[in-house]
């Protein structure tokens, strides 16, 4: 069972422009919660997720950016850390989720 529950932020920027920020761990617990989410994103979304605050991703997290990732129609990740970003590049996942590498840990 995680530690630190998930809580997702979720901002509508503009038209077809969504934010979403994640606190607290992603994992097999968690997971589902962004996946709910993934549910009510339409294909013309273009979705940043801001992952400054999350703790731990496992491979259920990782499953769960996926689905987020086939619901919208361009995904980027801000907030990676170094661990998280260990496992997109070993996955091969870092070539298909797009990562921002202007780390928001430096700018809140």
């Not at 995680?2 to 997702?8: A, E, N, P, R, V």
């Not at 979720?10 to 994992?27: E, P």
């Amino acid at each position: 069972m995680s530690d630190q529950l998930l809580t997702i932020e979720a901002t509508r920027l503009d038209a077809g422009h969504v934010r979403l920020r994640l606190t607290g761990d992603l994992d097999y617990d968690t997971a589902p919660e962004l996946t709910a989410v993934a549910a009510d994103l339409r294909g013309d979304d273009e979705v940043l997720i801001d992952l400054t605050g999350v703790s731990i991703c496992d491979s259920s997290g990782l499953s769960a950016l996926l689905v987020v990732q086939r619901s919208a129609r361009v995904i980027h990740l801000t907030g990676v850390s170094p661990q998280l970003q260990r496992m997109l590049d070993r996955t091969g996942l870092a070539e298909l989720l797009a990562v921002d590498h202007d780390d928001l840990r430096a700018t809140g």
